[in-house]
């Protein structure tokens, strides 16, 4: 809010008090996910004063003045609110942009905000590539998990190095690959995760 003082000659002082409009706020009223219908924005702001402004719209940069109809009105508290609305007829391609501007005199700026119209079909393309890859990360999760449970059934670090010499020679292993694979774990320290995950390297190779 910003306020001025406004002297006459001899008739005594006039307070001005300006107040600035509220952040602006930009919403689509038509039903999502379908491409075929008309776009319709609402743009908002209120509580300002006095009750001169100018509210402009933009589509990709440009102005535009056809189907838009603004309402401005007063509240009990003698402030001012308006809404503004923006109607496209036709089917609205993917990445259009649409900005309303506000000025005021209690802005040094115009207030903008700006709306860019999506595919509806993107945010299912990125929902669906999150759940695959979450799926992966729980896969590998099971996957480590089985390979404790089924080899690790031990209570000391000890035991967990006498259980996972028998596991590698139950598979086979050349005696060779079991002494550097035991020499690699004992390297490696006492903490339990990191033995597990040298144990699930060697025996995925």
Known sequence: MRQGIVR??????????????????????????????????????????????????????????????TIKRQNTEGLYEVSSTLEETQPVSSGAKYTCSVSHVSLETPAVITYTKSNPGHGFSISLLMIVRLLMAFLVILALTAIIVDHVKISSIEGFYVGLKNSYRRRHFPSDFVNIALTSVKAAGSVFSNCSLIRYTYLSE
């Open 8 to 69: 006459g000659n001899g008739t005594g002082s006039h307070l001005i008090v300006h107040a600035a409009p509220t952040p602006l706020i930009i919403v689509s009223m038509t039903a999502e996910g379908n491409s075929s219908a008309s776009l319709i924005l609402m743009c908002e702001t209120a509580e300002f004063y006095p009750e001169n402004f100018t509210l402009t719209w933009y589509k990709n940069g440009v102005e535009t003045a056809t189907g838009i109809h």
